[in-house]
T-cell receptor
């Protein structure tokens, strides 16, 4: 049971380049999330999905796009990377369980992205 | 707007020196408060969920408590392996968690 798997683990981009971060979960969770983590600012929600084919904006969505074509996968895209997007990106998934997250979120191990 | 504030930002303890981490929150209709542990270079790992004031949960040397305005994570007789960043999060409306910035705990032997 792998849980939540993120690829790649590290990436360096030049300003203006594009890339896609992949998140895959094998727990049959309905909900999936993308967060970014910056020093002193905690985890901030970028986009999330409550089911296959659905996506919604979080707290800091600008400059990012997402897709959830399959229940187990959630993709985060950067169309034109900027230095402000240098961060550690975490994917998470959860099972709502009557609207409550009894067991919280399951997180991946993160992708460290540097934009130069 | 839902907000979570954790204090202190960093805490250094000697092995065996008990202490507490604080998580204060302002939300409209708390549906759950969560504690996570995060080791360097890894994703957060779920520890506890608390739902109502007065509730307590324990796991090894950790004990989490909840009031109407804040939660405490008590660490009893910590060991070096308890060193990590501890994150607090709240679920209010909808399906999202709002996280605090975390407390970095260092336990020296």
């Amino acid at each position: 049971n792998a849980g939540v798997t993120q690829t790649p683990k590290f990436r360096v981009l030049k300003t203006g380049q594009s890339m896609t971060l992949l998140c895959a979960q094998d727990m049959n969770h309905e909900y999936m999330y993308w967060y970014r983590q910056d020093p002193g600012m905690g985890l901030r929600l970028i986009h999330y999905s409550v089911g296959e084919g659905t996506t919604a904006k979080g707290e800091v969505p600008d400059g990012y796009n997402v897709s959830r074509l399959k229940k187990q996968n959630f993709l985060l895209g950067l169309e034109s990377a900027a230095p402000s997007q240098t961060s550690v990106y975490f994917c998470a998934s959860s099972f709502p369980g009557q609207g409550r997250f009894d067991y919280g979120y399951t997180f991946g191990s993160g992708t460290r992205l540097t934009v130069v | 707007e839902d907000q979570v504030t954790q204090s202190p930002e960093a805490l250094r303890l000697q092995e065996g020196e008990s202490s507490s981490l604080n998580c204060s929150y302002t939300v409209s209709g708390l549906r759950g408060l969560f504690w996570y542990r995060q080791d360097p270079g890894k994703g957060p790992e779920f520890l506890f969920t608390l739902y109502s004031a007065g509730e307590e949960k324990e796991k090894e040397r950790l004990k989490a408590t909840l009031t109407k305005k804040e939660s405490f994570l008590h660490i009893t007789a910590p060991k070096p392996e308890d060193s990590a960043t501890y994150l607090c999060a709240v679920q209010a409306r909808g399906n999202k968690l709002v996280f605090g910035a975390g407390t970095i705990l260092r336990v020296k032997s």
